[in-house]
């Protein structure tokens, strides 16, 4: 049974950091990509961030590239996306989410991942 956890949500003043980690367990083959998602209050959930478990290639949106990095761990099967200089629209529920991505999808739209976490919490506030 496939499983995504994340972990390291929770309260941070603007321009903090936090690091949120994705724990994958269960996977026969592995997966080909994870990818970070967030949805903050009233808006759809956006993709944010991915990394290719095949090349280590990171993808990041223009609203977070500068500010966050992704990183994988193969060998423990977890993905982490450091957070700095975070503002209080970072504020959103973060979920990881793997999948194999078939050609001429998106890193960033969810129809490209097949498994997801629960998510955890990020607020960003004075």
């Known amino acids: 049974q496939v499983q995504l956890v994340e972990s390291g949500g929770g309260s941070v003043q603007p321009g903090g950091s936090l690091t949120l980690s994705c724990t994958t367990s269960?996977?026969?083959?592995?997966?080909?990509?994870i990818g970070w998602f967030r949805q903050a209050p009233g808006k759809e959930r956006e993709g944010i961030s991915s990394i290719s478990y095949v090349n280590g290639k990171t993808y990041y949106r223009d609203s977070v590239k500068g500010r966050f990095t992704i990183s994988r761990d193969s060998a423990e099967g977890t993905v982490h996306l450091q957070m700095n200089s975070l503002k209080p629209e970072d504020t959103a529920i973060y979920y990881c989410?793997?999948?194999?991505?078939?050609?001429?999808?998106?890193?960033?739209?969810?129809?490209?991942?097949?498994?997801w976490g629960q998510g955890t919490q990020v607020t960003v506030s004075s």
């Open positions: 269960g996977f026969t083959l592995g997966p080909k990509f």
């Open positions: 989410a793997a999948g194999v991505l078939p050609r001429g999808t998106s890193v960033y739209s969810e129809q490209s991942y097949d498994y």
